[in-house]
């Protein structure tokens, strides 16, 4: 499959590592040169950075309602349960658009993205062209559980991690600046104490292009419709350019710098891959 081919993996890592290492002497002065907090550009990017999130979510609706028909007994069961799975999981980035983006740029954007995603899992349902119940749970489970995985990884890193991010180290007196590879668990602690919120310190590495970089994983519900496997280059193109938005636009934000974003995205698509290898190992033929 192209997303997980030796060919894309050596081009993610090699721009990450590329990154890294610019971002390494560079992240500063970067983000000293793009950081505007009225942009719209950043703001937008703020919220709906996510929607690559909720569109995965919506395929797996998508897919777990075309096996529901084909189902047993249990497996209705499960299928149910994992439907309300994912139908929170979607409900959860629309809140997510509503806490980071300002009334204005959200109110109508979000609503017709709510309808193109009902739509979406719709066109999914009705584009299967066999019926392999199994297999389509099966891709389904291992989609949500990749995006899940990515999320958690991020979040267990970024928590402890405690980096300032540039809007923050810009607004408060007394805060500098601190390089990727330095952890500041301690340095926050007496800055929390005076108010400032537990968020301004998690900027390493990027949530937000990690939850971009799950647009990846359309090129995998590609791999069941034959109108997006004949384009899955084109799919895949389309992802990258998202994902490199996504990076632009949070350093523009002042959330992250560039080692963030480049990290962000080599925890997630690491966790994808390794998610494909176990998922292989015991189904070999479902990838193709």
Not at 60 to 75: D, T
Request: hydrophobic share 50%.
């Amino acid at each position: 499959m192209i997303v997980f081919s030796r060919k894309t993996a050596a081009v993610i890592y090699s721009v990450v590592i590329l990154m890294m290492i610019y971002g390494t002497f560079y992240d500063a002065p970067v983000s000293a040169a793009l950081y505007n907090a009225e942009n719209p550009y950043g703001i937008f990017i703020a919220g709906f950075a996510h929607v690559p999130c909720m569109f995965l979510g919506a395929g797996c609706i998508g897919l777990f309602l075309r096996a529901y028909s084909h189902a047993g007994r249990n497996q209705k069961i499960l299928l149910r349960l994992l439907t309300a799975m994912c139908s929170i999981g979607c409900a959860a980035v629309f809140a997510l658009i509503f806490l980071n983006v300002p009334w204005r740029y959200s109110c109508i954007p979000a609503v017709l993205l709510a309808a193109a995603a009902c739509l979406f899992a719709g066109f999914v349902r009705k584009s299967i062209p066999f019926d392999d119940p199994d297999r389509l749970i099966r891709t389904g489970v291992f989609l949500a559980a990749a995006a899940a995985a990515e999320i958690m990884l991020i979040w267990m890193i970024k928590i402890p991690w405690g980096r300032p991010r540039w809007r923050t180290v810009t607004a408060v007196g007394g805060l500098e600046f601190r390089p990727w590879y330095l952890p500041s668990l301690t340095l926050k602690t007496p800055y929390l104490r005076s108010g400032i919120g537990a968020d301004e310190f998690m900027s390493f590495p990027s949530g937000h292009t990690g939850n971009a970089s799950t647009a990846l994983l359309t090129v995998v519900l590609g791999e069941l419709i034959p109108s997006f496997r004949k384009n899955r280059n084109v799919i895949l193109g389309a992802a990258s350019v998202w994902i490199v938005m996504v990076m632009l636009g949070r350093i523009v934000a002042g959330a992250h710098y560039v080692t963030d974003t480049a990290a962000g995205l080599c925890i997630s698509y690491s966790a994808f891959l390794v998610l494909k290898l176990l998922y292989c190992r015991r189904f070999p033929d479902d990838f193709g």
